[in-house]
């Protein structure tokens, strides 16, 4: 009886074994490179390889959603004061922390900067 040759039939003694060559290597490392050339600035925050636009970084784009939802918490806290106090807006953002704001909340995340607000009208200023 012969051994039956197994579910691999190339690796079988022969010429055939002889693995990748040179040139097959070399051509899935520059597909390889050309891929990571592509891809990679858009999340290292470089410019894109074929538009020439910057790429903000994950972070960066992190800390700008932070930054608008911290815009929306603020405006409903200055609404509910106002419900509270006759449609009146606080005189300065520190008096909303009965309603759940926090000094970071004040902060932009992306510039460090206070958010600008006017007392008169009641209205927040991104300070971007």
Avoid: C, W
């Amino acid at each position: 009886m012969n051994p039956s040759p197994g579910p691999f039939p190339a690796a079988r003694k022969g010429k055939n074994n002889r693995g990748f060559g040179l040139i097959e290597v070399l051509i899935v490392v520059a597909i390889m490179l050309i891929l990571m050339a592509l891809i990679l600035p858009r999340y290292l925050g470089g410019k894109d390889a074929l538009t020439g636009k910057k790429h903000r970084s994950p972070r960066e784009r992190a800390q700008q959603v932070q930054g608008i939802s911290y815009l929306g918490q603020l405006a409903q806290a200055i609404a509910m004061y106002k419900m509270d106090h006759d449609d009146q807006p606080p005189q300065s953002l520190s008096e909303l922390k009965r309603y759940g704001v926090t000094p970071e909340m004040l902060i932009e995340p992306t510039t460090h900067k206070p958010y600008g607000y006017d007392p008169q009208t009641g209205r927040l200023v991104n300070p971007y």
